[in-house]
C-alpha cells in the first residue's frame, strides 16, 4: 500500500518562506511523477508543482513559478517543495499526489493523496 505523509505546514508573513516535504512508502517508485496541489475550502484543487522520480524534471503552475522549488531526494522517498516570498492568496492546504502521468496538472490524473499539511500566510 502506498501512502504519503506531508510536513512542514504553518504560519508566516507575507514574503517569509516555508519548506514542505512529501515523504513516501510502499511502491510509491512505481508511479512516475510526485506532484503538490493546493486547496482552500470550497473551491477546486489547484495544481502547484510537480516533478518525475527518475529524471528529476519539474514543471510549475504560472501563480508560483519563480517563487516555489520542487525537488526530491529518491533514497529518502522525500519531495520537498520550497516556497518562497508567500503571499496571503498562497493560505491554502497543500497535498502531494502521485501520478503514473507526466506533464498534466489535472487532480483526477493523480491516483494517490497525503493527508494535507496547512499552509496560512498573514499580511
Known amino acids: 500500500q502506498v501512502q504519503l505523509v506531508e510536513s512542514g505546514g504553518g504560519l508566516v508573513q507575507a514574503g517569509g518562506s516555508l519548506s514542505l516535504s512529501c515523504v513516501a512508502s510502499?511502491?510509491?517508485?512505481?508511479?512516475?511523477?510526485v506532484g503538490w496541489f493546493r486547496q482552500i475550502p470550497g473551491k477546486e484543487r489547484e495544481f502547484v508543482a510537480a516533478i518525475s522520480w527518475s529524471l528529476g524534471n519539474a514543471y510549475y503552475a504560472d501563480s508560483v513559478a519563480g517563487r516555489f522549488t520542487i525537488s526530491r531526494d529518491s533514497d529518502k522517498s522525500t519531495v520537498y517543495l520550497q516556497m518562497n516570498n508567500l503571499q496571503p492568496e498562497d493560505t491554502a492546504t497543500y497535498y502531494c499526489?502521485?501520478?503514473?502521468?507526466?506533464?498534466?496538472?489535472?487532480?483526477?490524473?493523480?491516483?494517490?493523496w497525503g493527508q494535507g499539511t496547512q499552509v496560512t500566510v498573514s499580511s
Open positions: 499526489a502521485l501520478s503514473e502521468y507526466w506533464n498534466s496538472k489535472a487532480s483526477q490524473d493523480f491516483g494517490v
Open positions: 510502499g511502491r510509491a517508485y512505481t508511479y512516475f511523477t
